[in-house]
């Protein structure tokens, strides 16, 4: 398998940005499918100097994502066809869907629907990756008798984790892996001409490829780094976040996208890429060591995940020694790079913030 072409959706994200930047340092042709023309003249912007022979665009509007074979233009559209998809686009849960079980079920008919979109129009594909974060299924294991008036489902969420921390992980674990299982039945059922590989990760933090605008654009790893130093959440889908422990750095799970697509015995696997834990109290320490001016707002919180536990459950749950021997990764970056990297755009954000304030006064 040699790859030379390759699309990527939700190529302006936090996760699918860093991929293109990656996939343009080697010698491939990317098709970048964005939400909306803003989108794509904002990534025209961020790579200048790249010829159309080596980036494209295709545009396929958010609202339309949860449209059948919405994604038939933008694979079949192109002289040179496809021989690698990445697709990092998944349903945003706060919006779509009532329920886990909801969710799961629109995950998996989304992503079946992409391989039969991917099956009808681009028969030259012969590989395509899913990405998965952990943290996306922790929102929906909040108590079941739930009264809004008196607790908020992400004081819910903590309760749950820092009762049983690895009853949480293994659930979204579970969730994923059904997710996976109805995949791998259509390859079974359909024996399409491609592999699948699918990539997932507890939670994901680290820099934006491009300069922060406004906190709103953090993802919700970031958020929970930027509501520890700021005693401030955005909104509450941070705390899902603070709910799994684990990590991965967005440039490492960039490089295992890269690794999948570029490495023929990756086919019909599943990674978890996973560098460690991330406890909420290291978070506060880095941070105060980086940045002593944020010291007196940072504030310290229990991370969940370390109230003891029985075994080493949770480790095997997010067990990346798979991804070392076939993705080749050796080495991830340490918690105090993810988030000293991370808080450099912080500060630098809330600096111009402050200056243009100043200048409105």
């Known amino acids: 398998m040699h790859t030379k072409r390759v699309l990527l959706t939700g190529a302006s994200g936090f996760i699918g940005l860093h991929i293109l930047d990656q996939l343009l340092s080697f010698d491939l042709s990317v098709r970048a499918v964005v939400g909306s ?35 038939d233009d933008a694979l079949s559209a192109t002289q040179e066809p496809f021989d690698t998809v990445i697709h990092t686009v998944t349903v945003d849960p706060l919006d779509e869907a009532g329920s886990l079980s909801h969710f799961v079920n629109q995950e998996s008919d989304g992503k079946k629907d992409f391989l039969q979109s991917v099956q009808a129009v681009a028969p030259k594909v012969r590989r395509v990756i899913f990405t998965s974060i952990l943290t996306s299924f922790a929102r929906w294991l909040a108590t079941p008798d739930l009264d809004s008036n008196t607790q908020s489902p992400a004081s819910s969420i903590q309760s749950v984790a820092a009762k ?31 592999d699948v590989v699918a990539l997932s990760a507890p939670s994901v933090y680290g820099p934006l490829v491009r300069p922060l605008r406004l906190l709103t654009d953090l993802e919700e790893g970031n958020q929970r780094v930027w509501s520890i130093c700021s005693n401030i959440p955005i909104g509450t889908v941070g705390l899902w976040s603070d ?26 696997k599943r990674f978890v890429i996973s560098a460690g834990m991330m406890p909420s109290h290291t978070v506060s320490d880095i941070m105060r060591t980086h940045f002593p001016e944020l010291a007196d707002r940072i504030v310290d919180r229990a991370t969940p995940s ?29 918690v105090d790079e993810t988030v000293a990297d991370l808080g450099l755009q912080l500060v630098e954000l809330e600096r111009r913030i402050r200056a243009n304030e100043s200048a409105k006064g």
Do not use: M
């Open 164 to 194: 049983d921390p690895e009853y949480l992980l293994a659930t979204c674990r579970a969730n994923d892996d059904l997710i996976n299982d109805r995949i791998w039945k259509y390859l079974a059922d359909e024996k399409p001409g491609f």
């Open 243 to 268: 709910s799994v422990s684990y990590y991965v750095d967005v440039r490492d799970f960039a490089y295992a996208h890269v690794q999948a697509a570029l490495i023929p015995k990756a086919g019909n």
């Open 37 to 71: 023309d803003r989108e794509k003249e904002a990534l025209r912007k961020q790579f200048p100097r790249t010829p159309p022979t080596r980036l494209d665009f295709a545009v396929v509007p958010d609202d339309d994502l949860l449209v059948p074979r919405a994604y």
């Open 306 to 334: 370390l109230v003891p536990t029985a075994g080493n459950l949770s480790k095997d749950l997010v067990d990346s020694t798979p991804a070392a021997a076939v993705l080749g990764l050796l080495r991830y970056r340490s």
